[in-house]
């Protein structure tokens, strides 16, 4: 069953990252990503911390800026351009602007906006980005709430939420904007183990329905599950790929062996 | 003894009638100061030094200058270049004789740079993630500020803009040097013209005393509910 | 024309170089003056706010809530016309002084500015003596240290970390509000020196600038040095 997209038909390749480098001063932490994820893969990235694994997510949508590389979603590019000081810059902050709204992105610590309620967060992007009228947003929130189960706490803040229930209304907050591609950067690192599972359980569900989603995890049982597909990121560099049954059963390179015989 | 009581109350009536016109200052000033205070913070943030070093100075100076002086500067001085201008023709003109302009325009930009200061260490210390969510979603870097920055910010600093706002309240006594006939200059006037030395003052004092409590109690509940969101659950 | 302005500085009769000088010691004795005399009421009220004596902690009260809601320029009248009126009067009266007994106009000012500004020095110090643990305290008293060596070897250092910052904005304050002493007219400091300069040459611009540039220079200098010491008391903290 596929959930409504923004438009009408959706290319095959929903999110294509190619050779992706990133210094953070003379350190370089990526050095040279590239993988295609598929309309309703799932895609878990997994490696030891200091991997790159935050910093590849948050390049794709440019909240760390790539030194090189190429980000398309749905088939378009996202532009850039060489400045005068050598470095790689967006062109087109309205089109920039439109890519992030079809990247729905889920923050480790949930960075919900603590002076609005749970609803207002959930329509906040639909109705100042979206451009959506308000009932439009708040009938879709409604949904969407329920989907994560936190409709009873519509009207309370951040503040008065648990961790696990914080996150779910960041789910939300993502699903409002009918992204293309979901962004989940290490959505349970930051919640007490017993809340975990709220969570995963979302999570879950939403791979159930074949949303494309790219995740950063340490949940090694999760991303075995859900996952189509597991990059494994060492030192910066794609050490190895596949299907998780696969790869995980049969590591060809010695530290995913390693990484793995952790778990 | 009882006639000094007796005299004190008689007066209340006449500095009563005045206190409007140091409320209205207060508040002129007060949103005035605001407005222009949010504009400085954003200029003093900027990165071109264009905006950030001229705000910088204007705040620098106003918060090292006593407000009589400017006060002071602002009415005597404009006073003596105004009239060779072509403002004394125009219609500005009626409103630039009395104190009451000048006392609004000293008292605003006194108040814009105390209020750009603190808001300036608030808009800076805006959680990082609030902002990381706004850009992620694609909000432009407008609607951040007007969404996201400014509402979290003045909710931060709240408590020091509401202390603030009392303290301009007790600063338009000093425009009664500069002969506007608000609280603290009705009361002067009753002085002189009555010869009573204290219970002039002592009934200015039970007024200012009374406007004060007033004030900062209105302010406390806005305060409590604009905060709310960050007490959580009890 | 330029030199006109310079011939307003200039020293001896014909300028006012001079008297904006000591107009400026002026202001610079009345402020740390007050500033002392306001450290005084401050700890008094602080210990009376934090004193078991429910009279103590009343007038305590009274005192701050009452001297911060009132506009500056309201207290140092109030407070000045008491000293230089009444309080003269009561002690002739007492017989405690004789007849032509007058508050010197400086002494009565300072009192009047320290009265305002001690009641601010009382919330100064008030959070910062409660910013000290208890758990600080209790080893000292458990060390078997008197009530006076505990104060100074313990609570007082503790203190003054936290108190710094809000004294040094208090000084600040202080230096600024001495202007105000100007409208009594009692006497030269710079507010009143610009003043009479001003009205004498009409040229109000100019002396009011100075009179600007002069406080200006006091806050620079104030900042400066209030930097300096911030820096040198916390070399031992992270």
New interface residues.
């Given amino acids: 069953m596929k959930i409504k997209e923004n438009h009408k038909t959706v290319p095959e390749t929903a999110l294509s990252v190619r050779n992706i480098h990133k210094s953070f001063g003379d350190e370089e932490v990526l050095k040279g990503i590239s993988f295609d994820a598929n309309s309703g893969d799932v895609i878990s990235i997994i490696g030891s911390s200091g991997s790159g694994k935050s910093t590849l997510l948050r390049c794709i949508?440019f909240?760390e800026r790539p030194d090189s590389g190429e980000v398309a979603v749905a088939g378009e590019v996202i532009r850039t351009h060489r400045a005068k000081d050598g470095l790689q810059y967006p062109s087109d902050?309205h089109q920039l602007?439109?890519?992030?709204?079809r990247?729905?992105?889920v923050?480790q610590?949930?960075?919900?906006?603590?002076?609005?309620t749970v609803l207002e967060n959930i329509i906040?992007?639909p109705v100042?980005?979206l451009k959506h009228s308000r009932k439009k947003a708040v009938a879709e929130a409604e949904i969407f709430m329920d989907k994560v189960g936190i409709t009873q706490k519509r009207d309370q803040?951040?503040?008065?939420l648990s961790g696990g229930q914080q996150q779910r209304v960041a789910i939300a907050?993502?699903l409002a904007?009918h992204p293309t591609v979901m962004l989940f950067d290490e959505p349970t690192s930051a919640l007490d183990p017993e809340l975990v599972s709220e969570v995963v359980q979302v999570i879950r569900q939403l791979a159930v329905e074949k949303r494309t989603m790219i995740m950063v995890t340490h949940e090694m049982a999760l991303a075995r599950e859900i996952s189509s597909h597991l990059i494994f990121l060492h030192n910066g560099r794609i050490e190895e790929q596949g299907p998780p049954d696969v790869i995980m059963e049969n590591p060809k390179s010695d530290r995913l062996r390693q990484f793995v015989g952790k778990f | 003894m009882i006639q000094f009581f007796n005299n004190v109350v008689s007066w209340l009536p006449e500095l009563l009638a005045a206190t409007p016109l140091t409320l209205t200052l207060t508040l002129v000033a007060g949103i005035c100061g605001l407005v222009f205070g949010t504009l400085l913070a954003l200029a003093r943030l900027s990165d071109s030094l264009v905006l950030s070093m001229p705000a910088g100075i204007f705040m620098f100076v106003m918060r090292g200058t006593p407000l009589l002086v400017q006060l002071y500067l602002i009415y005597y001085g404009l006073g003596q270049i105004l009239p060779g201008t072509w403002v004394r023709h125009s219609f500005l003109w009626p409103y630039l004789r009395d104190g009451f302009s000048y006392a609004v325009i000293a008292l605003s930009m006194n108040q814009a740079a105390y209020n750009g200061e603190v808001l300036r260490g608030a808009i800076r210390s805006v959680p990082k993630g609030q902002i990381e969510a706004s850009v992620a979603i694609g909000m432009t870097s407008f609607q951040v500020l007007t969404r996201v920055r400014l509402p979290l910010a003045f909710r931060d600093c709240l408590p020091v803009l509401t202390s603030d706002i009392i303290i301009l309240l007790k600063s338009t006594a000093l425009v009664s040097t500069i002969t506007v006939l608000e609280l603290m200059g009705t009361a002067r006037m009753i002085q002189r013209e009555s010869l009573q030395i204290y219970e002039p003052l002592i009934a200015c004092g039970l007024v200012y005393f009374a406007v004060v409590i007033v004030l900062t109690n209105i302010m406390r509940p806005i305060e409590s509910r604009l905060t709310r969101f960050r007490r959580g659950n009890t | 024309m330029f030199l006109t302005y310079i011939d307003y500085m200039g020293w001896g009769a014909k300028g006012w170089g001079d008297e904006f000088f000591f107009g400026f010691l002026m202001t610079l004795k009345i402020s740390l003056s007050a500033y002392a005399l306001a450290l005084l009421f401050g700890f008094l009220a602080t210990a009376a706010k934090l004193s078991t004596n429910w009279f103590l902690r009343a007038m305590a009260v009274t005192y701050t809530t009452v001297v911060r809601s009132l506009p500056e320029i309201l207290m140092v009248l109030i407070v000045y016309f008491t000293v230089a009126g009444l309080a003269e009067t009561a002690l002739v009266k007492a017989g405690l002084v004789d007849k032509g007994f007058q508050f010197d106009p400086f002494w009565a000012a300072v009192f009047a500015l320290a009265f305002v500004s001690g009641a601010f020095m009382t919330e100064v110090l008030r959070a910062a003596r409660l910013a000290v643990p208890e758990g600080q305290i209790e080893s000292a008293t458990a060390v078997g240290m008197s009530s006076m060596q505990i104060f100074r070897r313990v609570i007082l250092p503790q203190m003054m970390r936290h108190a710094i910052p809000g004294m040094g904005n208090l000084w600040l304050s202080v230096t600024k509000d001495s202007a105000i002493v100007a409208v009594l007219g009692a006497f030269s400091e710079l507010l009143y020196t610009g003043y009479r300069a001003a009205a004498a040459t009409r040229e109000y611009v100019f002396f009011y600038g100075v009179t600007a540039v002069l406080f200006l220079l006091i806050t620079l200098v104030s900042v400066a040095v209030l930097q300096w010491m911030e820096r040198h008391l916390n070399r031992g903290y992270v």
Avoid at chain 1, 109 to 116: S, T
């Fill in positions: 949508n909240l902050k602007k439109q890519m992030r709204a990247l729905g992105m923050f610590n949930f960075n919900l906006w603590a002076h609005r906040e992007g100042q980005v803040y951040p503040s008065q907050r993502a904007m």
